[in-house]
């Protein structure tokens, strides 16, 4: 089945009207990316993954020693008259990007040495926040054959806001879990797309050049949005991004101008199952939780005026009174006001200083606080 009868019948691959307010949600806008992103309404999407061309401008054959020519990039769509071209290629679709950008949102844009100083600049002169650079350092990089340089093994990744006030998501807890809970770090170590990741075309021959394995978007979207959130992705490719958007419960808009990766980053897509309901929550993260004072608790019954209060060593002990404020000898005042006061400290946690016995044991009043949290859920 061709393109055109593929899009008749799914209707998922089309163009957009350009008075339509509404966002044309998991769906592959085929055409130029600055064109099409020029349809879409204001501030609209919550993320913008981009994997711009390189404009890699490399020439010649290259050949393994074994006499295996290398796949290069060497498509149209990565050529350009020169670097001012590029540049001027550059600007246009960033000011889009900019503009479809919610206030809060964030910008991830992939490069290599061919290009990301270039998109830096270009990023910065169009007045985005650069939070991090991230290096994705290739596990298993091509080998540099002739010998004349280092091994290429890393690509930049920059991440940005749309101004250094915006309050854009990070989900660090998420992050620090799939990490062995230890802080993640900006160097990726990840392998590159292979085996049966890597999409085929009808001629059995790998569809897309420089496809992103899904591991990197994988961990780029749970890092900094939400389920539900809108991604999208102007240089669609093979739909990397829309696959990885489906499977964890986001939603995506792609745009792509090469029929071919269209049509088969359309039949990725629908072949790829979401994960289960339960199996897409995240470690939450602290500020967004409620905040619940520990009066409420006390008003509420989950620890009565009266109860006996005590740090993890016994040292000090307090009586919790009837409006939430406790008392330890010459000392009266909130939980940490107190706990502060007894360890001559400037301040004090008194969520995690204060503990009540249960069955023999001391636990922080701050599993209390957790309990009623999740009678609330």
């Not at 390189?54 to 149209?76: I, M, S, T």
């Not at 539900?228 to 792509?256: N, Q, S």
Request: a neutral charge; glycine letters at 8%; charged letters at 25%.
């Amino acid at each position: 089945m061709n393109l055109i009868a593929r899009v008749a019948e799914h209707r998922t691959v089309r163009r957009r009207p350009a008075d339509s307010a509404k966002l044309p949600l998991d769906t592959i806008l085929q055409g130029d990316c600055i064109a099409e992103m020029a349809r879409l309404p204001d501030r609209s999407v919550d993320m913008i993954f981009a994997d711009p061309p390189y404009n890699l401008q490399l020439g010649g054959d290259l050949f393994r020693p074994e006499g295996g020519r290398v796949d290069a990039v060497d498509d149209d769509w990565d050529k350009f008259d020169s670097l001012a071209t590029y540049d001027d290629f550059t600007r246009e679709w960033l000011a889009e990007a900019r503009r479809i950008l919610k206030d809060d949102g964030t910008i991830w844009v992939i490069g290599s040495y061919h290009n990301i100083y270039r998109v830096g600049t270009l990023l910065q002169d169009a007045d985005f926040w650069i939070l991090n650079d991230i290096v994705w350092r290739k596990s298993n990089p091509m080998p540099n054959f002739r010998g004349t340089r280092f091994t290429n093994a890393h690509e930049t990744l920059l991440w940005c806001a749309k101004d250094e006030k915006a309050r854009y998501t990070f989900n660090y807890r998420a992050m620090k879990a799939l990490n062995d809970d230890l802080q993640m770090r900006s160097d990726w170590l990840l392998p590159i797309c292979s085996g049966s990741e890597r999409v085929k075309g009808e001629d059995g021959l790998k569809a897309h050049p420089t496809q992103k394995p899904e591991a990197l978007l994988y961990r780029i979207l749970l890092a900094c949005t939400k389920r539900g959130d809108v991604v999208l992705d102007p240089f669609f490719g093979t739909g990397t991004t829309g696959a990885v958007a489906r499977r964890l419960g986001r939603r995506w808009i792609g745009i792509e101008r090469e029929k071919s990766y269209a049509k088969v980053a359309l039949e990725r897509i629908q072949s790829t199952l979401p994960l289960d309901e339960s199996a897409m929550a995240v470690m939450a993260e602290k500020r967004s939780a409620p905040r619940v004072a520990f009066g409420v608790l006390v008003e509420t019954g989950v620890c009565a005026p009266g109860t006996l209060l005590w740090d993890s060593k016994r040292r000090w002990s307090a009586n919790v009174r009837a409006d939430g404020s406790i008392e330890s000898g010459s000392h009266s005042g909130s939980i940490h006001k107190v706990g502060a006061a007894l360890q001559g400290a400037p301040s004090c946690n008194g969520w995690t200083f204060w503990h009540v016995e249960a069955e023999g044991s001391l636990d922080p009043i701050d599993e209390l606080r957790q309990k009623y949290l999740s009678n609330l859920a």
